[in-house]
């Protein structure tokens, strides 16, 4: 399995996919469309994107969980900054697996199945 997603390559990824469109790469809504195909891939083991989801899945529970590491009203600016680096993190790490997983699923579109024949 790869390696899991550092804070600095899911940020670049976020930027890389904000501005995309412009150098054509896949658009924001090509990369959300793919996301059930991900997922339906990784539950059946085609694809290796395990880890990195059960990450995005703990970071969305995270975020929408009402228990936080810091709390907002007492921290105030200091609560909302967790929550807004997690948002940013997840943001940046569905983008980034969702180019890995079109960028596969492109070269297993190209591959003919079959056996070798002896």
């Known amino acids: 399995m ?11 990824a976020l930027a890389r996919a904000l501005t995309a469109g412009a150098r054509n790469g896949p658009s924001i ?41 810091l709390p907002e009203i007492p921290l105030a600016i200091f609560g ?4 807004a680096v997690m948002v940013t993190w997840l943001a940046g790490s569905v983008l980034a697996e969702t180019d ?9 579109s190209s591959v003919i199945p079959g056996g070798l024949v002896p």
């Open 2 to 12: 790869g390696k899991t997603l550092k804070r600095s390559a899911a940020f670049a």
């Open 29 to 69: 809504g090509t990369r959300l469309a793919a996301l059930p195909r991900m997922i339906r891939a990784t539950t059946k083991g085609e694809y290796d994107g395990g880890l990195r989801l059960a990450l995005m899945t703990a970071a969305t529970a995270y975020i929408v969980s009402p228990i936080d590491l």
């Open 80 to 83: 909302l900054a967790d929550d």
């Open 100 to 108: 890995r997983f079109l960028e596969w699923e492109a070269r297993r």
